[in-house]
């Protein structure tokens, strides 16, 4: 565009309307939140300003004669390896705002996905596979401390009865679960949805910081309430309310920082359940102040154990840090039920785009370093692992559990499954999907019941892809892959790669 | 109706918390409502999420996260109390004849802590207020460095008076820091450098010293002090620069 300051000529997207095809029936101009479409008076048709153009692709989606499309805007930069065109649209921007750069959404910075390096094995010959459509397959997971031992009785009638006490379990009928995207970040409906699909699938779903709406309580058998920085929405009805809690330390998308929910998103709703005024910033503390140490968040654990009076597995949820194996088994001793770890790549709703893309390590090589790190001490039976950061299908959680996680949550995927096209302005309050904003017009566009039936959908899809795995290698139970690294081999990876991930490369 | 109180005598003596914790539990559900602690010897968790009209009343130094997550309960502390008094309360009074240590009332929502002498570190950080939860902390001696960090809502009420800390000022280093709502009440002056960075003392004006006047009184006659002594200096009030101070740090990328 002429006559524009340089920072508004170098936009990312395109919007083509096809003349022929546009009706002018102005569907566009409604379902963009961000004035990207308008109507001009003068000309009496519907215009576009590409600067605007956010791509999240609502309009093209919801354009009755197909007349949109969205393309990205080829970088009109002179090639440069160095300077790629993201780093001086950056530059632009902060020169004439002074900001510190907001992303939303996981980092899309290119680091290796090992995931895509590692193969699974099957059965061939020697072992039967299993099929699961006609053979029993377990999934059943449960997440929390094991018993070093088990000690059996039998009674006066020769039955077996278990002596050991054991601790609080979560019981998920698959191991995947909901990851935490908070009332707030989120809106109502999702959180919803989320609860009603956990519940109809047997698994679980985290609350995230925002506190647990009181309609919601009735799932609370397939809820963890989570236990932030902030504190938002933590009383003793919340803490009661779960089938476990879990105290975030850390994220994936943004290790070592807090977290702002800034006023815009607060409304009656979210003000309600956080239990802060409408309109003032909720802003989490980088870390919990009263957790300065390992002793600290022992302190912590044992008071909600106390304060659920013991009835429920507490989890430790800690980002993948370059120590996380010893940060992990320091979690583990101060008396977590559950260590989370989440990867670099997880997704977030607001987060700086410099701690987002530059700090942390992938969950591949977090889990794997982890799990190894527990057992070499012993203490691995202490606590169950959850993976997150980056999950994206079910052979990545197939391969996370060979890895030794018992369990993952998945957050992305959860918003990509009711329609999130990753446009990465969740921050803004404006989503046009209807996902990350609490504008009653816009929350709109997330029916409930169609959201629970798309994440049932999800998980049951998952869960059959994992049976056919799992049964393919000649298991018929999710606990004998667990940790069980013989089924996975590495693709040009270098012997340090599978070193840390404790696989052979394929073909040995 | 006045619900009929019903008294237990306990001695913490050298009883493991988590069996105490469960003793006490055991006993509301038969409805114990008022209980005297002797012999407590840093038990940690005391009234951690208890709710509604109990009392406590401890002889002895009880332990961490006193009254933690607590809605409704009263425990009067005849001696001194560790770290983490009030961990994000909701509801209740904590009163304490000694000195109390580090993260006092963190998070706490609502409810009264009343601590005759000096505090340590981190006290009243991220303290709120919602509706007519507000929560209000009154320190008779002087405080640690972060008094009411993150402060989103409340009253922290700072007198200096009952010191056992003669050369230090009234707070420590970075008072206020970062707070985006509440106030905190200062009897006598605060050095500048004490403050958070963008925070400044301003005179208290009439409404201001109807709350501390109110404060005091419940304070005093709790702690058995003399509310007009308390009331003799001038106090000062810090505020909040804004109630988003975020707002305008960030840009789009």
Partial sequence: MLFQPINKNYHEFCIERDKDLCINCKVCVRQCSYDAHFWDESRQKVMHDNTKCIGCHRCEALCPTAALSIRNKPSDFRPHKLWRPVFLQNIYKQADTGGVLLAGMGSPVDIPVYWDSMLLDASQVTNPSIDPLREPMELKTFLGAKPKRLSIVTDKNGK??????????????????????????????????????????????????????????????????????????????????????????????????????????????????????????????????????????????????????????????????????????GVVRAGADIVTVDGMRGGTGAAPAMIRDNVGIPIELALAQVDQRLRDEGIRNKASIVAAGGIRCSGDVVKAIALGADAVYIGTATLIAVGCTLCGRCYTGKCPWGIATNDSKLSKRQNPDIAARKLANLIRAWGHEIEEMLGGMGLNSIESLRGNRDKLRGVGLSDTELDILGIKHAGR | MVAKRKKRTLTAGHTYYKQFNEEIRELIKEG????????????????????????????????????????????????????????????????????????????????????????????????????????????????????????????????????????????????????????????????????????????????????IKELVNDYAKELKLDSKDILSDNFVKIRPFSHRPYGNLYVAC
């Fill in chain 1, 160 to 329: 077996p009865k278990l002596k050991t006490k054991l601790t609080p379990q979560l019981e998920l009928d698959v191991p995947i679960m909901f990851a935490a995207m908070s009332l707030g970040a989120i809106n109502f409906n999702l959180h919803q949805a989320m609860a009603r699909a956990a519940t109809e699938t047997g698994t679980a779903y985290n609350t995230g910081e925002g506190g647990l709406h009181k309609s919601l309580y009735k799932y609370g058998k397939n809820t963890i309430v989570q236990v932030a920085s902030g504190r938002f929405g933590v009383h003793l009805d919340y803490l009661k309310a779960g089938s476990a809690i879990e105290i975030k330390v850390g994220q994936g998308a943004k290790p070592g920082i807090g977290g702002h929910l800034p006023g815009e998103k607060i409304n009656f709703m979210v003000s309600e359940t956080r239990m802060v005024p409408i309109g003032s910033d909720a802003i989490s503390p980088a870390p919990h102040h009263d957790i300065y140490s390992i002793e600290d968040l022992l302190q912590l654990i044992y008071a909600l154990k106390e304060a659920s009076e013991y009835k429920v597995p507490i989890s430790v949820k800690i980002a993948a840090v370059h120590n996380v194996a010893a940060i992990a088994s």
């Fill in chain 2, 32 to 211: 114990v409502t008022d209980f005297t602690i002797n012999e407590c010897n840093g038990q940690r968790y005391i009234g951690i999420a208890m709710e509604g009209d109990i009392r406590f009343h401890i002889n002895g130094v009880p332990g961490q996260d006193l009254g933690a997550f607590m809605r409704g309960p009263y425990i009067h502390i005849n001696n001194n109390a560790q770290d983490g008094v009030g961990n994000t309360m909701d509801d209740g009074r904590i009163v304490i004849e000694g000195i109390a240590g580090d993260v006092i009332g963190y998070a706490m929502r609502g409810g009264d802590i009343f601590i005759k002498g000096d505090v340590g570190y981190r006290v009243g950080i991220h303290m709120k207020a919602y509706l007519d939860h507000q929560p209000k902390i009154v320190v008779g001696g002087k405080a640690g460095d972060f008094l009411g960090e993150y402060m989103a809502g409340g009253i922290i009420l700072l007198l200096g008076m009952f010191s056992g800390k003669p050369d230090s000022p009234v707070a420590g280093r970075n008072l206020g820091t970062g707070m985006h709502g509440g106030v905190i009440y200062v009897r006598g002056e605060v050095p500048k450098d004490q403050l958070g960075p963008g925070l400044h003392t301003q005179p208290v004006d009439s409404g201001d010293l109807k709350v």
